[in-house]
C-alpha cells in the first residue's frame, strides 16, 4: 500500500509544480535557477533511510518546508536519497525503497523549490551501498585475504553501470533535478584484490607481482593503479549522467580536494565536502585554503550538529555556526549547512530559525566575500607526492596532513596570509609568494624540488619544517647532515625560553649557513648545544630549515614559545608582510581581492573554537581595538568594515595604511576603496 500512494503522489509532482510556478504572496522567487557556480549559501538534508525506517516523508509538508525556505532562503537545497545503507527515501523501481516510505519528501521539497526557482540537489551514496552488496555480493571488494567486503562496492565491477547510473538517470528525470552531492566516493573506495583488478593492474602496468601489504614490491605502484581506477569509475557515471541531462550539476564528495590531491580530470562541475562535525574550525581552515586555488567552483559544508560521549545529536549555536561559516567565507567560497530532519521528513522551526540567523549573517558579508581571490603571501606545500606515498588508503588524507595543519596553524596564528597548495598548482605560481614553506614532506618529484631551489635562485625564500624534507635539499643548506642525533623530546631554545620538542633531531655542522637556533638534550642550556635551524644564501634568495619536528610538534600542543619559534623563522625570511596585525593568536587573517578588484582584509575572531565533541561555542568573547597595517602603493580614498561598521578612521605613509578596528566580533572585513 505504501508504494501504491508514493506512485500516486510521484505522479502528482509534475501538476503541483507547475501551480506552485504561480507563487504564494509573501514568498521569495529568485528570477531563475542558479547555477552552482553562483550559489553561494546552501542547506543539505539528508537521512540514509534503511530497512528499519517506518514514517519516511510522513510529516513532509508543504507548509514546513516553506517556512523553511522563506527564512532562509537558500541558493541550493540538497536533500536525503540514498544513503550509505543503500535504500532510497523516494519510491525507486531500480534499486530498494525503504519499507518505510509513507510520503514522497523529495517530491515535496522539489514542489517548494520549484515555485521559488531554488536548486534541487540529492544526497546519494555512490561506493558505499551496503544493501547493493547484499543482494550483489560479487559487487564488492575483495580484501587481501580474499574476504569480501560488505560496503564497498568494486570499482571494477558492474555496479556503476547496473545501479548507480541507471538510478540516478530515474530520480534526476522523476524529480526534475538540477543537481547532485554523491557521497561515499573517494574517501570509500578500497584497495580491491578481485580477478579485474589483479588482471587489468598486469595489463596495466606489466607487472605480475601482487602486492598484499606496505613493504611489498609495487605497493606503490598497485595503490597508483587503484587510483587511476576510481578516476575513470567517476570520470564514466559523470559522463553518462551529464550526457543524460546537459545541465546537472554535479560534484563527487572530497574529489580533487586533499583526499585526492591532483588536476581535475573527471567532468565534475563543482568541488565540495563536508568537513568533520567536532574539530571543525581546524579542519575547515585546511580545506577552504586548498579549494580556494584549485581553480574550481567550490563549496564546503558543516555539520550543524555535535555529540559528546554518550549523548546525542545537539543542535549548534548559531554563533558557533557563524565562527565556522567565517573560515569559509574568509577564502572566498560558498558555504552550506547539513542537518537532519525527522525520519518523518519535518524540520523544527527552532533550527529553521538559527540557519536563518546564519544565512542573515553570511549574506551581510557576500559582496566582499564571495568569489574574492588571494593576494599571494605564504604558499604552505600540501605534498601530493608524500600522501600517495604514505596513505595505504585508495583515496583519505588521514594520518597524513598533521605536519600540514601544524604548520598552517602556527602560521596563521602569526597573522600571516597563507595558502594551502599541492605541486601541480604551486609549481606555476611559486615567483608570486614572498616566502614557500614546506612541512616535513620526506618525498618530492626531482622536477618538483628542481623547482623550489630555482624559486629561491630568483629571489624566493623557502623555509623547509623538518629534517626530512631538508634532507631533499643537503645540496644547497650549507650545512653536513648527520643521522639522527637524538630520538626523543629535546630542549628547543626559542628567544630566551625553553620548549620540549619531540625528536628525531637530525645531527647538522654549518659549514656555509648561519644558525638561526639551537637545542640542547635537557635544560642545562650550559653545555651540550645543537644546531636547530640554518639559513643559507641561495641565488638571489634564501633557503632555511628546521632539523627536527617542529610543525608536527606544533600541531600536538599549540605551545606559544614553539609559535614564537616558527614567527622568528618566517620573520627572518619574510620581515615585512603586505598586512600586519596586532592582535591576539586567536585572529585568523586573509588577504584578498573582492570579486570587484577591491584589496580587502579579512578578521576572523577564533576565541573558544571547539576542539572536540565535548565543545559547543556559545561564547565567542570580541576583540576590541585590532591596529592593523597594510601595504599599499597609494592612499586609499577611504577604508570600510563590512558589514557594519562604516567608514574608519586611517593614517597613510609611506604605502602603509593604518587602521584601528574597535571591534572584532566573529568575522569582519576591511576593504580598501
Not at 530532519?341 to 536563518?356: A, D, K, M, Y
Not at 576542539?611 to 576583540?623: E, K, N, Q, W, Y
Amino acid at each position: 500500500m505504501w508504494y501504491l500512494r508514493c506512485l500516486a503522489l510521484v505522479s502528482a509532482v509534475a501538476a503541483t509544480m507547475a501551480g506552485a510556478q504561480e507563487g504564494t504572496p509573501g514568498m521569495t522567487k529568485r528570477p531563475h535557477i542558479l547555477p552552482r557556480s553562483e550559489c553561494f549559501f546552501g542547506l543539505h538534508f539528508d537521512l540514509h533511510p534503511n530497512e528499519n525506517d517506518t514514517e519516511l516523508g510522513a510529516a513532509c509538508t508543504d507548509e514546513n518546508i516553506g517556512a523553511l525556505l522563506d527564512r532562509v532562503d537558500p541558493d541550493f537545497i540538497q536533500w536525503d536519497c540514498k544513503g550509505h545503507r543503500g535504500y532510497t527515501g523516494y519510491p525507486t523501481r531500480v534499486g530498494w525503497p525503504s519499507p518505510g516510505i509513507v510520503g514522497d519528501s523529495l517530491a515535496v521539497v522539489r514542489t517548494a523549490t520549484a515555485a521559488r526557482n531554488i536548486a534541487l540537489y540529492i544526497h546519494y551514496s555512490g561506493v558505499w551501498d551496503t544493501r547493493a552488496l547484499e543482494a550483489h555480493p560479487d559487487w564488492g571488494v575483495v580484501r587481501a585475504d580474499g574476504t569480501r567486503d560488505p560496503n564497498n562496492t568494486s570499482v571494477f565491477g558492474p555496479y556503476a553501470d547496473q545501479l548507480l547510473i541507471p538510478q540516478l538517470k530515474e530520480v534526476v528525470d522523476r524529480y526534475d533535478l538540477d543537481g547532485m552531492w554523491v557521497d561515499g566516493e573517494c574517501w570509500a573506495a578500497q584497495l580491491d584484490w578481485c580477478e579485474a583488478a589483479r588482471r587489468q593492474f598486469t595489463e596495466e602496468t606489466g607487472l605480475t607481482q601482487i602486492p598484499v601489504q606496505r613493504g611489498d614490491p609495487n605497493w606503490l605502484e598497485w595503490k597508483a593503479f587503484h587510483r587511476r581506477q576510481f578516476e575513470r569509475y567517476l570520470t564514466h557515471w559523470v559522463d553518462a549522467l551529464h550526457a543524460h541531462k546537459p545541465s546537472l550539476q554535479i560534484a563527487s564528495n572530497w574529489a580533487y580536494t586533499t583526499f585526492q590531491p591532483k588536476e581535475v580530470v573527471a567532468r565534475v562541475d563543482y568541488l565540495s565536502g563536508d568537513y568533520s562535525p567536532t574539530l571543525s574550525v581546524d579542519r575547515a581552515r585546511v580545506e577552504a585554503r586548498y579549494l580556494a586555488n584549485t581553480g574550481k567552483t567550490w563549496d564546503l559544508g558543516m555539520w550543524g550538529f555535535n555529540w559528546a560521549d554518550g549523548t546525542g545529536h545537539s543542535l549548534k549555536t548559531p554563533e558557533h555556526h557563524m565562527q565556522e561559516a567565517g573560515v569559509v567565507l574568509m577564502q572566498g567560497g560558498g558555504f552550506w549547512i547539513y542537518n537532519q530532519p525527522t525520519r518523518s521528513g519535518w524540520v523544527n522551526p527552532f533550527l529553521i530559525e538559527t540557519l536563518g540567523q546564519v544565512a542573515d549573517f553570511c549574506r551581510a558579508r557576500k559582496e566582499v566575500s564571495f568569489k574574492s581571490t588571494t593576494v599571494p603571501q605564504v604558499a604552505v606545500l600540501y605534498s601530493s607526492e608524500t600522501q600517495a606515498d604514505r596513505s595505504d588508503a585508495v583515496l583519505t588524507p588521514y594520518g597524513c596532513v598533521d605536519e600540514i595543519e601544524g604548520t598552517l596553524q602556527a602560521l596563521l596564528e602569526l597573522h600571516y596570509s597563507v595558502d594551502l597548495m599541492p605541486e601541480h598548482l604551486l609549481a606555476p605560481r611559486l615567483a608570486e609568494f614572498p616566502l614557500v614553506v614546506v612541512p616535513d614532506s620526506y618525498k618530492l618529484t626531482d622536477e618538483f624540488r628542481q623547482a623550489l631551489v630555482d624559486y629561491a635562485r630568483g629571489g624566493g625564500q623557502l623555509l623547509l619544517l623538518g629534517q626530512q624534507c631538508a634532507r631533499l635539499f643537503a645540496d644547497h643548506l650549507g650545512v653536513e647532515i648527520g643521522a639522527e642525533a637524538h630520538a626523543g623530546a629535546v630542549e628547543l631554545l626559542s628567544g630566551d625560553a625553553l620548549v620540549s620538542v619531540a625528536g628525531p633531531w637530525a645531527e647538522v655542522t654549518p659549514t656555509t649557513a648561519n644558525p638561526l637556533a639551537w637545542w640542547h638534550p635537557t635544560r642545562d642550556t650550559r653545555q651540550d648545544a645543537k644546531v636547530a635551524a640554518t639559513v643559507a644564501p641561495l641565488g638571489e634568495g634564501q633557503i632555511a630549515a628546521v632539523y627536527g619536528p617542529a610543525a608536527l610538534t606544533f600541531f600536538r600542543s599549540h605551545h606559544p614559545y614553539l609559535r614564537a619559534f616558527i614567527g622568528r623563522l618566517a620573520r627572518a625570511l619574510f620581515p615585512d608582510p603586505a598586512v600586519e596585525v596586532d592582535g591576539p593568536p586567536c585572529l585568523d587573517v586573509a588577504l584578498r581581492h573582492t570579486a570587484d578588484g577591491r584589496l580587502s582584509v579579512h578578521l576572523l575572531n577564533l576565541n573558544g573554537l571547539p576542539l572536540g565533541s565535548r565543545t559547543v561555542t556559545d561564547c565567542i568573547l570580541p576583540l576590541t581595538d585590532v591596529r592593523v597595517t597594510v601595504h599599499v602603493p597609494a592612499q586609499p580614498r577611504a577604508v570600510s568594515l563590512v558589514p557594519d561598521g562604516g567608514e574608519l578612521p586611517f593614517e597613510y605613509a609611506q604605502g602603509h595604511v593604518t587602521v584601528t578596528v574597535p571591534k572584532i566580533p566573529i568575522h569582519e572585513v576591511l576593504v580598501l576603496e
